[in-house]
Each structure stands twice: as structure tokens, then as C-alpha cells.
């Protein structure tokens, strides 16, 4: 439209609404320094938690179950291995009820002590049972909990079988919930 003097007025359509692109910028900007956070805050986390040395922790459960390695770091031979049926059971936590699923396998020295280790089947599972449900699901979260498990189903086992049959204990499944 156009006034007396020629000058064009304006109308609703020719208003332009304003603009949002501050509105966009805002939230773009601050989606951007909450991912910044939160890795900063992941980042602080990870690297003030107490870092687990996968080589110590196995070098300390060959040491404690007698295994030898050779001087310059090679492959150790692996003896012959005897699966025990997967073990399920309560945990001792006392908040909550808390269960434990796991596997083991023995490395033994020689495979003619798998007939004994056959035979002693039933008093291996109620000792394995006994010590695992004595423990929390704390306890046996850490890689550290679980390679002192490893070592204590060794000695358990060895008191059991004899010094000189069992040469290792591997935790195939470990599941807790």
C-alpha cells in the first residue's frame, strides 16, 4: 500500500518475524560444553582410578601356583586341563542377593592325575562352593580379587590332590549378578 506522499506502508506480511538463529546458536553452544564436561569429568575419573597391570596380576598367579616360564619370556607349555562343571551359586553379601556363575579349569602337571582328580570330584565342588560363597561380589569384582581367588583355589585344590598335581586355575566364565 502507499500513503498520500508515495512512501510505501507497511503490512503484516511484508513484517519480518525475527530472527532465531541466536536462539539455535545458544543451544548449540551449550550442548557443546555439556560433551566437553562430560568428558573432562570422564577423563578425571579414568585417570584417578587405580590402574590393574593384567601382566603383574598373571605373573603373580604363576608364581603363587608354581608354574615356570622361560628366562627370555617365551610361550609356556600349557599341560594337560581338566573342566569342572559350571558352578552357580549365592554370594555373602548381606544388602542384597547377589549370585555367582562361574567355570574352572585346572591345569594339572600330567594327565595321568585326572583320574584322580575324578575321583576327588565331590570334595573339589564342596570346597570350590564353601570358598566362593564366603565371598562378596566386591570382593571378586576387581582383577585383583579374582587372581587372590585364582591363587586360593589352588592351595584348596592342592590340599586336596597333593602338592605337585595342580600347576595353574583358569576362571573360563565369571559372571555375577
Do not use: C, H, W
Not at 73 to 98: F, I, S
Not at 106 to 131: C, G, Q, S, T
Request: glycine fraction near 8%; charge should be neutral.
Amino acid at each position: 500500500m502507499v500513503d498520500e506522499k508515495g512512501q510505501a506502508l507497511e503490512t503484516d506480511e511484508e513484517i519480518a518475524p525475527p530472527k532465531k538463529k541466536p536462539i539455535f546458536l545458544l543451544i548449540a553452544i551449550g550442548a557443546a560444553a555439556a560433551i566437553g564436561i562430560a568428558g573432562a569429568v570422564f577423563g578425571i575419573v579414568k585417570a584417578s582410578g587405580k590402574k590393574a597391570n593384567p601382566q603383574a596380576a598373571a605373573a603373580e598367579v604363576s608364581a603363587g601356583s608354581g608354574e615356570t616360564g622361560s628366562a627370555q619370556g617365551g610361550m609356556v607349555e600349557m599341560g594337560p586341563t581338566y573342566k569342572l562343571e559350571n558352578l552357580l551359586l549365592n554370594l555373602a553379601d548381606l544388602d542384597e542377593r547377589r549370585y555367582l556363575r562361574v567355570t574352572i579349569e585346572l591345569e594339572l602337571y600330567n594327565k595321568e592325575l585326572v583320574p584322580e582328580v575324578e575321583k576327588r570330584l565331590p570334595k573339589i565342588r564342596d570346597a570350590l562352593i564353601l570358598l566362593l560363597s564366603s565371598k562378596t561380589a566386591a570382593e571378586l569384582q576387581t582383577p585383583e580379587g579374582q587372581v587372590m581367588l585364582r591363587q586360593q583355589i589352588a592351595k584348596r585344590l592342592s590340599s586336596i590332590l597333593g602338592q605337585g598335581t595342580v600347576k595353574d586355575v583358569y576362571l573360563t566364565q565369571f559372571l555375577i549378578q
